[in-house]
């Protein structure tokens, strides 16, 4: 947004008083806005990155293991982040992470077949814990 071409049409806007200058300005106010939010989701978001190798890789053991350092560090988002800071966008987070959980331990006991039920019984006792 800052190369020489656009500062030109701007100054060129500028110039002869064009009233898309102030669409212009207010877009790009916007726009600064959100890429500065989207950095800060990704800061805060990427220190989940550890928890979601049990999750996609099918292991709910691990999983179990680390549930409670997940929602630790969940609330920390919650709490320190200037844009996870409310009930909507927290839910959200855990709607999506509690789904791929399901998904994930739901993956681990189908294994591959459509209906649990299709699995002999000690296959399935087999995978569930005590």
Known sequence: MTSKEVSSVIGTLSNVKSTSLDLWNELRDKLSIYAIEA???????????????SI??????????????????????????????????????????????????RHYLYSGVEKIWCLSRYRTLFKLPN
Request: overall charge positive.
């Open 56 to 105: 996609f890789h099918n292991d709910p053991k691990k999983l179990k293991e680390d549930i409670p350092a997940l929602v630790n560090s969940i609330k920390v988002i919650f709490e320190v982040s200037e844009y996870f800071n409310t009930t909507e966008r927290i839910t959200s987070l855990f709607v999506k992470v509690t789904n791929q959980m399901v998904g994930s331990c």
């Open 39 to 53: 950095k800060s989701n990704v800061h805060f978001l990427s220190g989940l990155n550890k928890y979601f190798g």
